[in-house]
């Protein structure tokens, strides 16, 4: 009995212990001539490089939220962005769980980031699956990525998370993912834009209905076999209580 309490202890100790930081990690405001926007992890978990990205975006990207999930912080929050290249140097790689430990103690250690939660209801939709069902591909790909261009978005390896962050961008609307669906996927979508996509009036919870407007609904039913069903939830937001701009390395 008395091992097994010395063990239980051991392990709740390692448990309360910080992530590890990268033993070399440097920041620099972002080439804006460079068109890579996100987040490369290389194989083997030993290093990672960012691109162009803004703090709010990092915290968005490192949390797995939505940009609807973050409230407060200074205005160059969002419009400063920056490079990022960080290195493990130790003999064992971290697995990727630990990884995106390190870099949210990046976001601590550099950008001094503190925020609390808050629960707030807001309007917005649910992705889940059409009345046909999912039309996406299980991936064959390496990396995941999902880049998007005026009327088109093009996935591989790319999460159910990683698609809503994108459409939530898109739309200026909290999205949630009810899909079921776990996996990473290859496809492509196309549809043809139309202002009021990206401006829809924040206090109307219908799904809009003339053909200008919903070509980007359309294109999810029938290209993915997906749709958005309008939704009041409440969703955990992130405060920002304090963040500076990282120190020159």
Not at 59 to 84: C, H, K, L, N
Not at 111 to 124: I, Q
Request: aromatic content about 8%.
């Amino acid at each position: 009995m008395k091992t097994v309490v010395i063990l239980i202890a051991f392990g709740a100790l390692l448990a309360a212990q910080p992530p590890a930081a990268f033993d070399v990690t440097l920041i620099k405001p972002a080439d804006l001539t460079n068109p890579k926007r996100g987040i490369a992890i290389a194989p083997g978990n030993r290093s990672v490089a960012i691109y162009g990205l803004t703090t709010g975006e990092l915290i968005q990207r490192i949390y797995a939220i939505q940009e609807s999930q973050v409230a407060g912080g200074p205005p160059w929050m969002d419009s400063d962005r920056f490079d990022i290249t960080a290195k493990i140097e130790t003999e064992t790689a971290p697995s990727t769980d630990q990884l995106w430990l390190m870099l949210e103690r990046l976001l601590t250690d550099r950008f001094a980031v503190k925020f609390h939660r808050e629960t707030k209801m807001l309007p917005g939709y649910a992705l889940v699956p059409g009345k046909t069902g999912s039309k996406l591909a299980d991936s064959t790909g390496a990396v995941p990525n999902l880049s998007a261009s005026r009327g088109q978005v093009q996935a591989s390896r790319a999460s159910m998370t990683m698609f809503t962050n994108f459409l939530s961008r898109y739309l200026g609307r909290p999205i949630f993912d009810g899909t079921g669906l776990p996996g990473s996927y290859d496809f492509k979508m196309t549809w043809t834009p139309a202002e009021t996509e990206q401006a829809l009036p924040a206090g109307d919870n219908a799904v809009p209905t003339d053909s200008a407007a919903t070509s980007i609904f359309s294109a999810l039913q029938d290209q993915l076999g997906l749709k958005l069903e309008s939704k009041t939830v409440p969703i955990e937001v992130f405060v920002i209580d304090h963040v500076e701009r990282p120190s020159p390395n």
